[in-house]
Structures are given as structure tokens and as C-alpha cells.
């Protein structure tokens, strides 16, 4: 399988649940993303990590959680969430890290409702 | 703070003709300017993209235009067609942050 995969593709989930969002990159990229698509809104970044290294934190609630274990897989960790947190969750890469001025290639995306 | 203004909101046109998207940036650090198409339920694509030492870049009937002393930057699609119907979000990036356009939802009518 090539290009950007994202499991689940559709989550419902109660306030007060625990669950992992995943990312996967098979393009032999080292810098992964996750954006936050909502409705009438521009995307928003909100985490960047460059060969498992954070470097970027967008001032994004400490509910969630990511975590780069490798290059190629990403995971969010979401706990106790709030409705306005239903939206779509992109996960995207970048071939190097050298700031915002590479193409980037986008997964499917997770659809996310909060209950 | 930085933001991006993309206009317009909603674009329809017919079949064969041509369609422009404008964005707006604020951020003189801004330096690369991509373009994204993202169909509906589907994950968003490059289109195309354009370096602040560049004015124009084009890729059959896409082309890309940037004015760096006005801030701002164009795409156009000339003989459009069916499939180019989608939202089309414009992003303005550089070292430090990248700032996205709210979206323009194309319609082409056939």
C-alpha cells in the first residue's frame, strides 16, 4: 500500500472515552502532521514531528496526545473530548522538515464525533 | 496574527470556462504558496505550488501567479471541466508557521 493511510476512517466516541487515531506513511517521508478539518473553517495544524521529534505544538488542548514512535506511523491520543472536537483529523507528511515550504501528502482523513 | 483571506467562497462556472481563486497573506516571511484540491470525502491533493522567487508556474490548465509586493497569489483553471468541481484551499507557508485559506467550493456545470 502506498502514499498516507489513516485507521479508523470514521469514530464515534463518548466525552469520556479513550481512543487512538493512526497514521501511516509509506513514502519514505521523515516530517508527519495532524491538521483538524471543521466545517467553514481554514484547516488547523496542530502537531508537526520531524524524524519522531516534535517541533511543533500548535497550543492544542492537553486532551489530545500524539506520539511518533518511528517516521512512518503517528498516532493522536484523544481523552475526555469535547463536542467541539467532532471535526475531520487529516494526518499528512512531508518528505524533510526544514519548516512549512514542502508539498505535503494527505491521508483520508478520520471523521470524528463526539457524543 | 497571520492569516490568509481566499476569495471567493463559492465559484460556479461553465463547462469551458476559465475559474479563478485569489488568496491574500499577511506574513512577509511567507515563502512557499501551495495549492490543495480536496473532493468531496477525500483527502486533499497538491496541485500545485509556487516559491516567493518565482511570479508564475503552470502545469497544463493549472497555472499559479504571485505578487509578493501585493501579498497575494492566484490559481486559474482554464477550460474547466466536470471533475474539476471541488474545494480548492490555498496555503501560505515559511519556516516558522503555515496559515491556510478557508476554501473556494468549485461547480462546474457541464
Known amino acids: 500500500e502506498t502514499g498516507v493511510t489513516q485507521t479508523p476512517r470514521h469514530l464515534v466516541m463518548g466525552m469520556t472515552n479513550k481512543k487512538s487515531l493512526k497514521c501511516e506513511q509509506h513514502?519514505?517521508?521523515?516530517?508527519m502532521y495532524w491538521y483538524k478539518q471543521s466545517a467553514k473553517k481554514p484547516l488547523e495544524l496542530m502537531f508537526v514531528?520531524?524524524?519522531?521529534?516534535?517541533?511543533e505544538n500548535n497550543s492544542v488542548p492537553s486532551r489530545f496526545s500524539p506520539e511518533c514512535p518511528n517516521s512512518s506511523h503517528l498516532f493522536l491520543h484523544l481523552h475526555t473530548l469535547q463536542p467541539e472536537d467532532s471535526a475531520l483529523y487529516l494526518c499528512?507528511?512531508?518528505?524533510?522538515?526544514?519548516?512549512?515550504?514542502?508539498?505535503?501528502?494527505f491521508g483520508d482523513g478520520t471523521r470524528l464525533s463526539i457524543l | 496574527g497571520e492569516n490568509v483571506e481566499q476569495h471567493p467562497s463559492t465559484l460556479s462556472v461553465q463547462e469551458g470556462d476559465s475559474a479563478v481563486i485569489k488568496c491574500t497573506y499577511s506574513?512577509?516571511?511567507?515563502?512557499?504558496f501551495p495549492w490543495y484540491k480536496q473532493e468531496l470525502g477525500k483527502r486533499p491533493q497538491l496541485i500545485i505550488d509556487?516559491?516567493?522567487?518565482?511570479g508564475e508556474k503552470k502545469d497544463q490548465r493549472i497555472a499559479v501567479t504571485l505578487n509578493k509586493t501585493a501579498k497575494h497569489f492566484s490559481l486559474h483553471i482554464t477550460e474547466t471541466q466536470p471533475e474539476d468541481s471541488a474545494v480548492y484551499f490555498c496555503?501560505?507557508?515559511?519556516?516558522?508557521?503555515?496559515?491556510f485559506g478557508i476554501g473556494t467550493k468549485l461547480q462546474v456545470i457541464p
Open positions: 499528512a507528511s512531508s518528505q524533510d522538515w526544514g519548516g512549512f515550504n514542502q508539498p505535503q501528502h
Open positions: 513514502l519514505g517521508h521523515n516530517a
Open positions: 514531528y520531524s524524524l519522531e521529534e516534535r517541533v
Open positions: 506574513d512577509s516571511a511567507s515563502n512557499y
Open positions: 509556487i516559491r516567493s522567487n518565482v
Open positions: 496555503a501560505a507557508g515559511g519556516y516558522q508557521k503555515v496559515t
